[in-house]
């Protein structure tokens, strides 16, 4: 009687130690979904920032700096979101896009005499960064014969 009073009680125990880890799952979830719900928020006011800088560096109304800011910030939250690989190229391409009409854009202004050449050596440098990143991601070069 005596070992069945323990057993009992050890059995209790182990029981209400595990039940609330059950309940505690339930708020994780609950909360790694709202992670993920403000992550894409997040990614979305984004996106909207870098387009609204990038007319507005086209316009000469915004400067380098901010432009290739909005675009790291971007990134990093475009591959935050990402669950696969292709996600996560995809990323690294539009961040790529992004950088060589940055990269064109400065050339030009370069060339007319309206750019430093930090800015512009800045542009290169971050178009550069731009393709490591894409390169790592598994984006792969076109042969000559895919051109």
Known sequence: MFRTGILATALTLTVCYVAPAEDKAEPKEKSAEKIKKFQGERRDLLKKIVDLRFAEFEAGRATLDVVLKAAQQLLLAEVELATTPKERLAAHSARLELAKKVEKLEKDRFDAGR???????????DRVEAEIGWMK???KEKKDSDK
Do not use: E, I, K, V
Request: charged share 5%.
């Open 137 to 139: 991601a598994g984006g």
């Open 115 to 125: 750019a430093s050449t930090a800015d512009y050596l800045n542009a290169q440098a």
